[in-house]
């Protein structure tokens, strides 16, 4: 979880920096800004877990013993605080307030939909229409032009805009944005900004795609109407103060006078994606998918060739002496005890997967684990799995640092989290892989 919080954080930096002073076409900086937005929807801690233990690395057992008794361990209970389990939890109490967010501002538009349509003045402007082919209509509830609707979407225009070259250019800018289908994009914009509410980055990403989809809209109607016409045109409605935004949810003609300035500069410049500009832009997407890719994929992910590379480099790893009791906390006079000693070498950084149970028996134990290497000492972190009659439940992810040499030690007994209770030793050693000693 920490990973997602860092890479989306990185990606929607260089972003907005490169938007910001990359000199790029409306069009170039509105999908790149877009990439950036979904980088932060795509959850890399829960796509990994998805992909099959199947393909995780096999340690290197060296010894293996395994016991199935009745007899009763005694185990202190240990209280652990977990970063990423309540990072997890966070985000999703987050969004879900974002949840909230999202349903009273579709309750707040459709309010002001009703009010629109249903006003006395609005009125249908037969000779626009029949001339346009689709249904342009006049009210006094607006004071610019706008696309409203979303799936059925009709051009609505204030009635105190008379003159004919502002009505002609409100209709091609709000015709350009229906062949967009801008009027979508904005809702999924909307969705995005009430779920990460909290976020300032995803905000101001937000923002910007707003403002990139007015401008794309500008440069592809200006390319039919006539490119200085349509400056003159459009600098001449923003003077006539008709720009407040009803809803975050229409495409308006105009908006704030802080976003028309910036539209008609960039009329303006006429920027043209040069040689230059397109090969940064394609360096910082593809770097974008190709990152979001290897974090989802890192930390499960089926690394044979890369393994046997190593064994053949003789790269040190991690030798591990396992001690693990796991017993059965139910209210019974017999308490079934599974107990587990190996030895066994892994890579650094690369996740490990050890099986307990006997074999046909419906109740079994996954732990995975992987091994860092902080210099003197050894970073490890574990994730306890129960496979009951085919169903697997996640029981805790602990973490720990240890010296080599020394026992490490984690104890569970929480009948909140399961009905085992876990005692797992585990002394680490740095070590080559057994297996490529001649």
């Not at 592809?220 to 103060?241: F, Q, V, W």
């Not at 079934?336 to 109740?363: C, R």
Request: glycine share 4%.
């Amino acid at each position: 979880m920490e990973n997602y919080l860092y890479i989306s954080t990185a990606i929607s930096l260089i972003v907005l920096i490169l938007v910001k002073y990359g000199k790029g076409t409306s069009n170039a900086n509105y999908y790149l800004s877009s990439l950036a937005i979904i980088s932060w929807f795509i959850p890399y801690p829960y796509i990994a877990e998805l992909i099959p233990k199947e393909i995780l690395i096999e340690p290197v057992v060296i010894a293996f013993s395994q016991i199935s008794s009745a007899s009763i361990v005694s185990i202190e209970k240990n209280l652990y605080f977990d970063i990423e389990l309540w990072l997890k939890r966070g985000l999703w109490a987050l969004m879900s307030i974002g949840i909230f967010l999202l349903i009273n501002r579709i309750i707040r538009f459709v309010k002001w939909n009703n009010q629109v349509k249903n006003d006395s003045s609005l009125t249908l402007i037969s000779e626009l229409s029949s001339k346009y082919q689709l249904p342009i209509y006049s009210v006094n509830k607006v004071s610019s032009g706008l696309l409203l609707g979303i799936f059925n979407p009709v051009i609505i225009i204030s009635k105190l805009i008379t003159d004919p070259k502002h009505l002609e250019l409100i209709i091609a800018h709000e015709k350009q944005h229906l062949v967009n289908k801008d009027n979508l994009r904005l809702v999924l914009l909307e969705m995005a900004e009430c779920l990460f509410w909290w976020n300032p980055l995803v905000r101001k990403l937000i923002n910007t795609n707003r403002f990139f989809i007015e401008a794309r809209c500008d440069e592809s109607t200006s390319k039919g109407y006539g490119h200085s016409d349509y400056i003159e045109g459009l600098a001449s409605l923003m003077l006539l103060k008709h720009h407040d935004k009803s809803s975050s949810l229409v495409c308006t003609a105009t908006s704030n006078n802080k976003n028309n300035i910036a539209r008609i500069k960039l009329l303006k410049e006429k920027r043209k994606m040069t040689f230059r500009k397109k090969l940064t832009y394609t360096l910082i997407a593809f770097t974008t998918v190709t990152t979001m890719s290897w974090n989802t994929l890192a930390t499960a992910t089926n690394s044979e060739i890369s393994q046997q590379t190593k064994i053949g480099q003789k790269q040190l790893g991690a030798l591990v002496d396992f001690d693990v009791i796991i017993t059965s906390k139910r209210k019974s006079d017999k308490q079934d005890t599974y107990h587990s000693q190996m030895t066994l070498w892994v890579n650094f950084d690369e996740k490990a997967m050890i099986k307990i149970g006997e074999q046909d028996f419906p109740e079994g134990f996954i732990i995975n684990f992987t091994a860092k290497d902080l210099g003197e000492s050894a970073f490890l972190e574990y994730e306890l799995i129960e496979s009951m009659h085919s169903d697997e439940k996640i029981v805790s992810k602990p973490r720990l640092t240890v010296d080599y040499g020394k026992e490490a030690t984690i104890e569970i007994d929480n009948p909140q989290v399961s009905k085992y209770a876990y005692l797992i030793k585990a002394t680490p050693l740095k070590a080559k892989n057994p297996s490529s000693r001649n």
